[in-house]
């Protein structure tokens, strides 16, 4: 991609996370009263205040408490949406781009909870979720100071071994992440998974967003944007959790 195409990646990748912000403000000042649903018309309002669009045949994103969050695609919606109550986990996946032909998407996930004190079982998933993000982040890199980019199936394996070494590959159901293009939020340059032969290449922005679900009880996913410079410099768009948010 172009630089200005990047920038425009760069700029969308902000204000999602300034919207991420918002709607965990709203969430907090009204918990026990709005739901999955609402916080999702919320989202759609503040990207029209922003100027992002998102997919044309997209009419939800991702907005999820409690044992919804289990689900790896939950859209909620306006009949039997749960009402987000004190002490769940909350997670949060936007994705959106500039209103312009040649913007590529940006495509964030962050977890919160609404709640003083994260249960020890959360807690722990989210640490394990970061490693393997971060073993990830490695693997790269590594390669990187090579002056190599990896397989996307080798990025994958980064971060699967992860979750293997602690006996919960089982419950980490979808790939590690995808190439952003500006047609859609999964982009079809490369993908990271199991059974792909694609390799990564520079200049094109991509995620990165292990999760780990545990059916009916609760899932956590990070999910970061990033892309690798022409002269193989790893660069992050937007913010990297570290702790889960305080609602």
């Known amino acids: 991609m172009k630089n ?18 918002r709607v965990f403000r709203l969430i907090g000042k009204n918990i026990g009263r709005i739901s ?28 999820a408490c409690g044992p919804d969050t289990s689900f790896v695609h939950y859209f909620p919606k306006k009949r039997g949406s749960r009402v987000i109550r004190k002490n769940e986990l909350v997670l949060i996946d936007i994705w ?40 990830a982040i490695k693997f790269l890199k590594s390669n990187l100071r090579k002056k190599k980019l990896p397989g996307a199936k080798g990025m994958e394996t980064s971060a699967r071994g992860y979750f293997k070494k602690y006996g919960v590959e089982k419950h980490f159901p979808h790939g590690l992440g995808h190439s952003l293009s500006a047609a859609q939020v999964h982009g079809t340059y490369f ?4 059974k792909s032969d694609s390799r990564m290449k520079t200049t094109i922005p991509f995620t990165i967003e292990p999760g780990l679900y545990f059916k009916d009880k609760f899932g956590v996913r990070s999910e970061i944007d990033c892309y690798v410079t022409a002269d193989y410099k790893f660069v992050v768009t937007g913010r990297v959790q570290k702790e889960i948010v305080r609602v």
């Open 4 to 21: 200005d195409e990047i920038q425009k990646h760069i700029i969308a990748a902000r204000k999602l996370n300034a919207i991420k912000d």
């Open 36 to 63: 999955e649903h609402e916080v999702n018309v919320f989202i759609f309002s503040e990207f029209k205040k922003e100027g992002l669009v998102t997919e044309k045949k997209c009419s939800s994103q991702i907005a």
């Open 96 to 135: 959106a781009k500039l209103d312009r032909k040649d913007a590529p998407f940006a495509d964030i996930t962050w977890m919160g909870y609404t709640g003083k004190s994260v249960p020890k079982d959360i807690q722990e998933t989210f640490g394990l979720v970061l490693g393997a993000r971060d073993a």
């Open 191 to 194: 993908r990271f998974s199991r």
